[in-house]
């Protein structure tokens, strides 16, 4: 069994939302908690990282669908975003001024969901209804919204992982990040 499908078994099989980053407020776990609990799929919500707000978190989660992870290698990374079916991506303030951790799972052609953060490259990233779906910050209600959505329609999911990978690959890979550094240089050079 390879390990993708090992973590799918893991959890039964049920569809995977997925959250990894550090455990600290502006990151939005709150936000996501609170949407789990209004979420009407057959999922599991799997959190990764760790941080300050991690024994508080997993104190306050009554869930039993909700399963702190860890900290995870880089290779486990990659597996477990190949077997979510949403990257769940609920920072809120600008102090997430690009989200790596958003690319990531879109090369990973997984769909995401992100919250409007005013002054944020998240939202630059994640295009809404082209590569994933934007929601009202620290809107739990839409937020659980958009990820019953992304769970009950197979093809827009596949849409949004096409789409969420295909952006990855022309905007934020090495190669096109230096092509777009040396069309900047040689701008300013010509001033």
Not at 65 to 89: I, K, N, P
Not at 94 to 103: C, H, I, P, R
């Amino acid at each position: 069994m390879n390990h993708v499908n090992f973590i799918k078994s893991k959890y039964q099989e049920k569809k995977i939302v997925f959250f990894i980053g550090r455990h600290i407020e502006y990151k939005g776990l709150p936000y996501l908690l609170e949407a789990e609990k209004l979420v009407k799929s057959d999922c599991v919500f799997v959190v990764a990282g760790s941080g300050p707000l991690t024994d508080q978190l997993k104190k306050e989660c009554q869930s039993n669908r909700v399963y702190f992870v860890g900290r995870l290698s880089d290779q486990e990374l990659v597996w477990y975003h190949m077997a979510a079916s949403v990257f769940a991506f609920p920072s809120i303030t600008k102090n997430e001024a690009f989200g790596v951790a958003l690319a990531e799972a879109m090369y990973c052609y997984t769909p995401v969901v992100t919250f409007t953060i005013p002054g944020s490259g998240v939202n630059w990233v994640n295009l809404n209804g082209v590569t994933g779906i934007e929601c009202p910050n620290r809107d739990s209600k839409a937020f659980a919204a958009a990820i019953d959505k992304i769970l009950s329609d197979n093809n827009l999911a596949k849409q949004y992982a096409d789409a969420g990978h295909q952006r990855v690959v022309e905007n934020f890979t090495i190669p096109k990040m230096m092509e777009r550094m040396n069309e900047v240089y040689k701008e300013l050079m010509s001033l």
